[in-house]
């Protein structure tokens, strides 16, 4: 059995831990996806550059990787989108049940698709 009166959380952003938490996970993700978009190109680049010596199978196979290497290089947005309607909520601009429901709902999508 579980009891709702022990049951914790972080009820409000206005705590020093839970805004740090929220900038750590948030703030990065505009730098690592500019990266990973310009080291992207620079190896579709290479690849290009390489496709005479490759046979079709073989550009078609890396072409392939590399566009599902960026689509799960892109699931942290999933973090922003939990931690902005959390952050709506709390500055109470918008609020409602949906959207506190795709709070965690981005999240559970995000450790579905990770792979282990």
């Known amino acids: 059995m579980y009891c709702i009166q022990q049951a914790t959380g972080h009820a409000s952003i206005y705590k020093p831990l839970t805004l740090f938490t929220i900038f750590a996970v948030t703030?990065?993700?505009?730098?690592?996806?500019l990266?990973?978009?310009?080291?992207r190109k620079m190896v579709l680049r290479?690849?290009?550059?390489?496709?005479q010596q490759m046979s079709d199978k073989t550009a078609r196979l890396q072409d392939t990787l590399a566009k599902?290497?960026?689509l799960q290089a892109m699931l942290p947005i999933f973090f922003t989108v939990g931690v902005s309607c959390y952050g709506l909520c709390?500055?109470?601009?918008?609020c409602s049940p949906v959207?506190?429901?795709f709070i965690m709902e981005g999240l559970s999508v995000l450790?579905?698709?990770y792979q282990y």
């Open 99 to 101: 959207q506190e429901h």
């Open 46 to 51: 290479k690849l290009a550059a390489r496709a």
């Open 90 to 94: 709390q500055l109470d601009i918008v």
């Open 68 to 70: 599902v290497l960026t």
């Open 111 to 113: 450790y579905l698709t």
């Open 35 to 39: 990266t990973i978009f310009i080291v």
């Open 27 to 33: 703030v990065p993700v505009g730098p690592i996806f």
